[in-house]
């Protein structure tokens, strides 16, 4: 049997005497000797527990991914909006991940250090697919849909995704904001959502909200649910919001 710190006692032999200490000195002799394995043993199922809970929580499907842009919020919390949005949908707060990136600042005409970053961070979300939608003022739409390249036009065309009766409403409210690219074409590209369910409980205190897709949004469908819960309008039958994960 293997031989313990180089002593000549087998295994059994060490468990033989640590039997036969008094219970006062039992803890202070194996921390004493075996305090290295004890810590070892504690970090290893630590690190164990907190992988398997991170897996658990990244296998959570994802409802939708936005950012506020040059937003104002009378408070930093979402919750609300996140519970309201998911129990809209039908789903539980604990089962699936409402994603909101909030306090982002995008200067038109400048590049400080908080458009840079803001512009880096649109950037890498719409090339990876993890955005879905920027709620903004006004400028924010007209800078990014006015880009000099066409491939650099991160709104979508809202005819192409909003069910025709869903935009013609929204339409002949005056909700759609339309916006010109580089080559003079003119396109329906976000919906004003000021004073909305989703202005609400987003605690937006902006005069103004302006929301638009992103053309490589990965959940569209509940783009589309999320300006339906804007409006107060009942979502459609058979929906299954976790179907585009």
Same mark, same amino acid.
């Given at each position: 049997?293997?031989?313990?710190?180089?002593?000549?006692?087998?295994?059994?032999?060490?468990?033989?005497?640590?039997?036969?200490?008094?219970?006062?000195?039992?803890?202070?002799?194996?921390?004493?000797?075996?305090?290295?394995?004890?810590?070892?043993?504690?970090?290893?199922?630590?690190?164990?527990?907190?992988?398997?809970?991170?897996?658990?929580?990244?296998?959570?499907?994802?409802?939708?991914?936005?950012?506020?842009?040059?937003?104002?919020?009378s408070s930093e919390e979402e919750?609300?909006?996140?519970?309201?949005?998911?129990?809209?949908?039908?789903?539980?707060?604990?089962?699936?991940?409402?994603?909101?990136?909030?306090?982002?600042?995008? $200067?038109?005409? %400048?590049?400080?250090?908080?458009? !840079?970053? *803001?512009?880096?961070?649109?950037?890498?979300?719409? @090339? /990876?697919? +993890?955005?879905?939608?920027i709620a903004s003022d006004e400028?924010?739409?007209?800078?990014?849909?006015?880009?000099?390249?066409?491939?650099?036009?991160?709104?979508?065309?809202?005819?192409?995704?909003?069910?025709?009766?869903?935009?013609? $409403?929204?339409? %002949?409210?005056?909700?759609?904001? !339309?916006? *010109?690219?580089?080559?003079?074409?003119?396109?329906? @590209? /976000?919906? +004003?959502?000021?004073?909305?369910?989703?202005?609400?409980?987003?605690?937006?205190?902006?005069?103004?909200?302006?929301?638009?897709?992103?053309?490589?949004?990965?959940?569209?469908?509940?783009?589309?649910?999320?300006?339906?819960?804007?409006?107060?309008?009942?979502?459609?039958?058979?929906?299954?919001? *976790?179907?585009?994960?």
């Open positions: 049997m293997a031989k313990i710190y180089g002593d000549e006692k087998t295994a059994k032999d060490e468990i033989a005497k640590i039997k036969a200490l008094p219970w006062k000195e039992k803890f202070p002799y194996i921390w004493e000797y075996y305090k290295i394995w004890i810590v070892g043993t504690i970090i290893v199922a630590a690190c164990a527990i907190s992988i398997t809970l991170s897996v658990i929580e990244n296998s959570k499907p994802v409802l939708i991914s936005g950012m506020l842009v040059n937003t104002l919020q919750e609300q909006f996140t519970a309201g949005f998911t129990e809209y949908l039908g789903q539980n707060t604990d089962d699936v991940h409402v994603n909101l990136s909030t306090n982002m600042i995008l $200067t038109t005409g %400048s590049m400080d250090e908080n458009t !840079y970053t *803001t512009v880096q961070k649109i950037l890498i979300q719409v @090339a /990876a697919r +993890d955005l879905d939608f400028s924010v739409v007209h800078y990014y849909c006015s880009a000099d390249e066409p491939d650099n036009i991160i709104y979508t065309n809202l005819e192409t995704i909003l069910p025709e009766d869903l935009f013609a $409403t929204l339409d %002949s409210q005056g909700k759609i904001l !339309y916006s *010109t690219d580089i080559n003079g074409n003119e396109f329906p @590209a /976000a919906i +004003d959502m000021t004073g909305t369910r989703f202005y609400e409980d987003s605690k937006i205190i902006s005069k103004y909200c302006y929301v638009g897709c992103m053309i490589t949004a990965p959940h569209k469908e509940n783009f589309v649910n999320l300006v339906r819960y804007a409006f107060d309008m009942p979502l459609p039958e058979g929906t299954d919001p *976790t179907a585009e994960n």
